[in-house]
């Protein structure tokens, strides 16, 4: 164990993704006091810190945390839950209905526990909800030592959590008062989407943002209905409207961006905002594509998220970075689109730039907090490995994760986790799906 030791971590591979499309081989990570001391070639390690704690990892890759830039965590109860329908319907008719009736603190707890235990063992240190209850969230992440950003959801109508956008605010200002001194717990405004947040809404959470200096997290150009809607209600794409009432920053984080138009994606360039792609939700949904070579081509900072696992169905980081990375290929007909090390970049280093953590955490750096994930690239279907960061994104997989540090205390060990009861967790999980698939078919009924 490595918990509140100095410990150096001797890799096969060490990726620091700074520099870029870096690949350091027979490398070690020292890490004193939750942050990385050094980075050198394990001989000279073997001599520095000969009285540290040593961790052999002769078959690893150690590369920064996963940064899961947006899902709903609790979401996971309602993993599976009418699958195979359009977004709307799918909403309205099923998910909607299942919130209205089953969520609550202890839905959210519990469904937050599940994704939890679900990231650590994909190998995600860092992850940045929008949800209901995100006191709830910001609990089960903090005691099971992962990093989040908890989002201060906001909507205009009522839900179980809040009666109106003033009451959400209250809510979500108190969550930020309390959780604002925690070493891992960072909060951001969350405004649901344009067609959930009126214009009094948006404008008074891009001046509140100035003012605590927080991220504004939202849906934004999800789905060309989407579009259209807010063109026909509004007289002008939502992404015209949020930037009119002071929302386009580099604050903002636009998740989905699936209808994005030339002068949109220079827009978003030039004010310095960042866009999340959550490849499968879109593709599952049919929302659209994101167009993610133009918006890296023109200097757009592009994260990855998961989504929550009601619309994915997993909250498996490195199968989405595989997905997005295909995606990109066959949509822009080029084989070159969006490399390896590009897309490890967008799942580590651009979520934590996305959610204003890059000074911290999204790459390996002497100085940043101890954030790392090793993978055993041994197994048959890892072989042989001529590159080690295309075997990360097009070949290992989540299974692949041995071991998980976010700010030097060990999460998980040799694929077991250290700090949940992961069966107590699945149990619990399992009493929800049953209650709530009775529910939503008596409701279909």
Not at 323 to 344: N, Y
Not at 413 to 436: N, S
Request: aromatic share 6%.
């Amino acid at each position: 164990m490595t918990d509140g030791a100095d410990f150096v971590v001797h890799a096969r591979w060490v990726i620091p993704v700074e520099p870029a499309s870096v690949v350091w081989q027979h490398h070690s990570v020292a890490v004193s006091g939750g942050r990385i001391a050094a980075i050198l070639p394990t001989e000279e390690a073997r001599q520095r810190y000969a009285d540290w704690v040593q961790v052999e990892l002769p078959r690893h890759a150690l590369i920064p945390g996963l940064v899961n830039a947006h899902t709903h965590a609790a979401m996971t109860l309602l993993r599976g839950l009418a699958d195979d329908l359009p977004l709307m319907p799918w909403l309205q008719q099923h998910i909607w209905p299942a919130e209205q009736r089953f969520v609550g603190p202890q839905f959210v707890r519990d469904g937050s526990a599940l994704a939890v235990a679900e990231m650590i063992q994909a190998g995600v240190t860092c992850f940045s909800d929008m949800y209901f209850f995100g006191e709830e969230t910001a609990q089960v992440a903090a005691a099971a030592g992962l990093r989040a950003v908890i989002g201060l959801i906001v909507f205009d109508f009522a839900s179980a959590y809040g009666t109106d956008a003033d009451d959400y605010l209250r809510k979500g200002l108190a969550v930020h008062d309390a959780w604002r001194e925690h070493p891992l717990i960072r909060t951001a405004f969350a405004p649901h989407a344009p067609y959930t947040v009126g214009d009094a809404a948006l404008a008074r959470l891009a001046t509140l943002a100035e003012e605590l200096d927080l991220p504004l997290h939202m849906h934004l150009h999800e789905t060309a209905h989407e579009v259209a809607e807010g063109e026909a209600q509004h007289g002008m794409r939502p992404l015209e409207r949020v930037a009119q009432l002071g929302l386009l920053s580099p604050r903002l984080i636009a998740v989905h961006a699936t209808q994005l138009l030339p002068g949109e994606i220079e827009a978003l360039a030039r004010h310095g905002a960042s866009v999340v792609h959550c490849a499968e939700s879109n593709m599952k949904l049919a929302s659209g594509v994101c167009p993610v070579s133009a918006l890296l081509a023109a200097g757009v900072n592009v994260a990855i998220g998961t989504d929550g696992a009601a619309s994915n169905n997993d909250l498996d980081l490195l199968g989405e970075l595989k997905t997005a990375g295909l995606l990109a290929k066959l949509t822009s007909q080029d084989a070159a689109a969006v490399p390896a090390a590009t897309l490890l970049h967008m799942g580590t280093l651009g979520g934590a730039r996305a959610l204003g953590l890059d000074h911290e955490i999204g790459s390996l750096l002497a100085g940043k907090a101890a954030d790392m994930v090793a993978l055993d690239l041994s197994a048959a279907h890892c072989q042989p490995v001529h590159d080690p960061i295309s075997q990360i994104i097009y070949a290992a997989g989540r299974d692949a994760v041995s071991d998980v540090w976010v700010a030097g205390r060990r999460l998980l060990h040799e694929r077991r986790p250290i700090t949940l009861d992961a069966d107590a967790i699945v149990a619990r999980a399992a009493e929800w799906g049953e209650r709530i698939g009775v529910a939503d078919r008596q409701n279909a009924g």
